[in-house]
């Protein structure tokens, strides 16, 4: 099976979802947020550094949930990725 490359926007995409996690993590450490999502610390590294742009359901699922953030402002911010957003949009 061969995977068809991502356009830069998919990829800019998965930059802004690592970025969106990274500061819903805030001073929490990155491996007790992993651990709480069930995922390695490793994994959340490649999420929030965009060398995961594009990340299982799942994954973003459990993500969303361990930093106690809405999985539809995450998924809205990420499909507006054309537009500025305002942070405060993640509470919730």
Same mark, same amino acid.
């Given at each position: 099976?061969? @995977?068809?490359?991502? *356009? /830069?926007?998919?990829?800019?995409?998965?930059?802004?979802?690592? +970025?969106? #996690?990274? &500061? !819903?993590? %805030?001073?929490?450490?990155?491996?007790?947020?992993?651990?709480?999502?069930?995922?390695?610390?490793?994994?959340? @590294?490649?999420?929030? *550094? /965009?060398?995961?742009?594009?990340?299982?359901?799942?994954?973003? +699922?459990? #993500?969303? &949930? !361990?930093? %106690?953030?809405?999985?539809?402002?995450?998924?809205?911010?990420?499909?507006?990725?054309?537009?500025?957003?305002?942070?405060?949009?993640?509470? /919730?």
């Amino acid at each position: 099976m061969v @995977r068809i490359p991502l *356009t /830069g926007s998919e990829r800019r995409r998965g930059e802004l979802l690592g +970025s969106l #996690l990274r &500061e !819903a993590r %805030g001073a929490r450490s990155m491996a007790e947020v992993a651990a709480t999502a069930g995922i390695s610390a490793e994994t959340l @590294r490649k999420i929030e *550094t /965009g060398r995961i742009p594009t990340p299982a359901f799942f994954t973003v +699922s459990a #993500l969303a &949930e !361990a930093l %106690g953030i809405s999985l539809d402002s995450l998924a809205t911010i990420c499909a507006d990725h054309g537009t500025s957003y305002d942070p405060g949009r993640l509470a /919730g």
